[in-house]
Structures are given as C-alpha cells and as structure tokens.
C-alpha cells in the first residue's frame, strides 16, 4: 500500500496526504478526515526508510538503561515506560540500549544514524560518558545530574530535597534519633547521584534539625536486610524512626522491624522513598515521598524533542518532591 493508493482512495493530491501525515501544513477539517479514513480502510502504514531519507529523522531514540547491580528493575520499566509512551506521541520509536557499554554503546548508535536523540539513565556524578555527550551531533538528555552539568539537558526529582523533606516530617513528630537505610553498597561505590543526593540531603537536614542521625547502604535480600535492620537497632537503641531509599528493601525492613519486636508505627515510624504503588501495598501502608517515573520520562522526552527542533531548554530541571502522610508515620508526636 502506497502514499498514491491512499490519495487516490480520498480524492486529494499525494502532497495533501503527506501533509496530513507530517502536520507541516493546516488541512482542513474535511479533507483531515477524509484522508485519515482511507489510511484506516486501506492499513497504509508509512515507509520509515523513505520517510528517514526525506526528513534526515530516523524517528527513533535511544534510551540508555541501567540493567546492573543495584539497580530496582520493577522502577527501571516504569521509566522505561514512560519514555516509550511520551516517544510515540511524538510519532518517534525507542531503542534499547544497556549503560554497561558505557561511552562505546552510546558512540555506536550515533554513528549508525540509527537514532536522533538519546535519553540517558543511572547517572553518575563523574560519569564517563559525559565528555562523549557534550561533543555528540545528536542531542541528549540526562536523567539524573552529573557533578558538573554544563552542555548538557538533565531531569530528575530533587532528591537531596527528598531527603531533606523525610527528616523534616520525621523531625516534626518529635524524633531525635533518625536512620537512613539506603541503596545497595554497589551504587554509592559507582557515585550514582540520586543516591548520593538523598543521602546527603538526609544528612544535612538532621544536622539541621539538631537530629542524631546515621545512613546506611543496605543490601537487598531478606537476610541482608534483617541483619542490617537488628545491628542498627542494637547500636542505636534511641533509634525511633527510618527513612528507606531502597524499593527492594522496603517490605523485607517492615518484616525485620516486626522480627525484632518493633511495632510500626508505635516503636519506630518509617518513611520510604519510593513508587506510590510499593508504598500502598505495604503492611503498614507507608508515608512516602514519591518517585515521579512518570512525569520524569515525559518530561525527558519533551526537552529532546525541544532540542531536536532547536528550541532553547534549561539546563536543569528539578521536580519537586511531594510527600503522602500514610500508616506508617500516624503517631502524633513523641
């Protein structure tokens, strides 16, 4: 099925079709449909090869994920997701790519002019591919912030104002010693910057608030968790409140709360930094500060199409984060 059967279906020029198809010029309403309903009868699909060569687009973009240690899968697709369905709103498709390739992955994909633009992952603060980006033709978007992010487009959740925001609700209902138990070992040793962010605005905000307050990385299977969970209650016996930035972790530390006698959240309140849907299903349903996976995708997407069309975007964008009082915080005060 070709652009001419469908004109020809319609009654209107092959450039009228075109038209209707790339929405480079105003259509009237009549023809729009008339032209539409024959590319439905006829199931004409347009040739991106042609389309790709006409328009210099592969109508494609990369998005960079991060399958590796550390990294929660169930979270890593609702980004992916997100990015998917905001793509093919603006009539572009995805291509996976794996961040263990580093520099070489992202290299290879620009020089095949398979993609026009690429959305980047599981950022790190001295990340090695950033040097690449900053001199790439095709243009990128982070999501996640290096240490230094000049030339580039990056999109995250304030995380450091995350976990400001956690202690500032734990601080609030009278607790004076507060833990952090965090990502696994892994992340912090490859400095992922979410990671680093939370830990640091948790830190900073219990010094702020004249809090005791130790963070921890913490590991991820039941057994790693339960043994973190009764070393920190056994050293800190003051201890009467978490906040958990680890979605794998998150139910296995209610579990080891509850083997180890404590009572959420009577004994010790619990924050968690992590997808509405883990913090809902929880027993008790947990306060949490949510991980926009949703907004941060299309919000990716939007500046790489603003930047492919050559459009001025920030060089930073920040969500703020929103915090949902739940089960797990009810007590009034201490």
Same mark, same amino acid.
């Given at each position: 099925m070709?652009?001419?059967?469908?004109?020809?279906?319609?009654?209107?020029?092959?450039?009228t079709?075109?038209?209707?198809?790339?929405?480079?010029r105003?259509?009237s309403?009549?023809?729009?449909?008339?032209v539409l309903?024959?590319?439905?009868?006829?199931g004409?699909?347009?040739?991106a090869?042609a389309?790709?060569?006409?328009?210099?687009?592969?109508?494609?973009?990369?998005?960079?994920?991060?399958?590796?240690?550390?990294?929660?899968?169930?979270?890593?697709?609702?980004?992916?997701?997100?990015?998917?369905?905001?793509?093919?709103?603006?009539?572009?498709?995805?291509?996976?790519?794996?961040a263990d390739?580093?520099?070489?992955g992202?290299?290879?994909?620009?020089?095949?002019?398979?993609?026009?633009?690429?959305?980047?992952?599981?950022?790190?603060l001295?990340?090695?591919?950033?040097?690449?980006?900053?001199?790439l033709?095709?243009?990128?978007?982070?999501i996640?912030?290096?240490?230094?992010?000049?030339?580039?487009?990056?999109?995250d959740?304030?995380?450091?104002?995350?976990?400001?925001?956690?202690?500032?609700?734990?601080?609030?209902?009278?607790?004076r010693?507060v833990?952090?138990?965090?990502?696994?070992?892994?992340?912090?040793?490859?400095? @992922? +910057?979410f %990671?680093?962010?939370?830990? *640091?605005? !948790?830190?900073?905000a &219990? $010094? =702020?608030?004249g809090? @005791? +307050?130790? %963070?921890?990385?913490?590991? *991820?299977? !039941?057994?790693?968790? &339960? $043994? =973190?969970v009764?070393?920190l209650?056994? %050293?800190?016996?003051g201890?009467?409140?978490?906040?958990?930035?680890?979605? =794998?972790?998150?139910?296995?530390?209610?579990?080891?709360?509850?083997?180890?006698?404590?009572?959420?959240?009577?004994?010790?309140?619990?924050?968690?930094?992590?997808?509405?849907?883990?913090?809902?299903?929880?027993?008790?349903?947990?306060?949490?500060v949510?991980?926009?996976?949703?907004?941060?995708?299309?919000?990716?997407?939007?500046l790489?199409?603003?930047?492919?069309?050559?459009?001025t975007?920030?060089?930073?964008?920040?969500?703020r984060?929103?915090?949902?009082?739940r089960?797990?915080t009810?007590?009034?005060g201490r």
């Amino acid at each position: 099925m070709t652009i001419t059967e469908v004109a020809r279906h319609a009654g209107v020029a092959v450039s009228t079709v075109s038209y209707v198809l790339s929405g480079k010029r105003a259509i009237s309403a009549d023809t729009r449909r008339r032209v539409l309903d024959s590319v439905r009868t006829l199931g004409y699909h347009p040739n991106a090869g042609a389309r790709a060569l006409a328009s210099r687009r592969a109508n494609v973009i990369a998005l960079v994920l991060p399958l590796r240690v550390g990294m929660h899968v169930p979270v890593l697709m609702q980004f992916a997701t997100s990015v998917v369905t905001a793509a093919r709103q603006y009539d572009h498709d995805v291509l996976l790519l794996t961040a263990d390739e580093g520099p070489d992955g992202i290299r290879r994909a620009a020089a095949s002019a398979l993609v026009d633009g690429l959305v980047l992952m599981d950022v790190e603060l001295h990340d090695t591919r950033v040097p690449l980006l900053r001199d790439l033709a095709e243009p990128s978007v982070l999501i996640g912030f290096p240490a230094d992010t000049a030339g580039l487009t990056c999109v995250d959740l304030d995380f450091a104002r995350a976990g400001a925001l956690c202690v500032e609700h734990l601080a609030q209902h009278g607790h004076r010693e507060v833990a952090l138990l965090g990502a696994p070992a892994v992340v912090y040793e490859r400095g @992922t +910057g979410f %990671a680093s962010r939370t830990w *640091e605005g !948790f830190t900073e905000a &219990a $010094a =702020a608030h004249g809090l @005791t +307050g130790v %963070a921890l990385p913490c590991e *991820e299977t !039941f057994e790693q968790v &339960a $043994a =973190a969970v009764g070393e920190l209650l056994d %050293a800190r016996p003051g201890l009467t409140a978490l906040v958990v930035h680890n979605e =794998a972790a998150v139910n296995h530390v209610l579990g080891a709360l509850r083997q180890h006698g404590r009572r959420v959240p009577q004994d010790i309140e619990v924050v968690a930094i992590c997808p509405d849907d883990i913090a809902e299903r929880s027993s008790p349903a947990l306060t949490s500060v949510l991980i926009p996976a949703e907004e941060v995708g299309r919000q990716a997407v939007r500046l790489l199409m603003d930047k492919l069309e050559g459009r001025t975007v920030p060089e930073g964008t920040l969500l703020r984060p929103r915090l949902t009082v739940r089960d797990s915080t009810a007590a009034s005060g201490r």
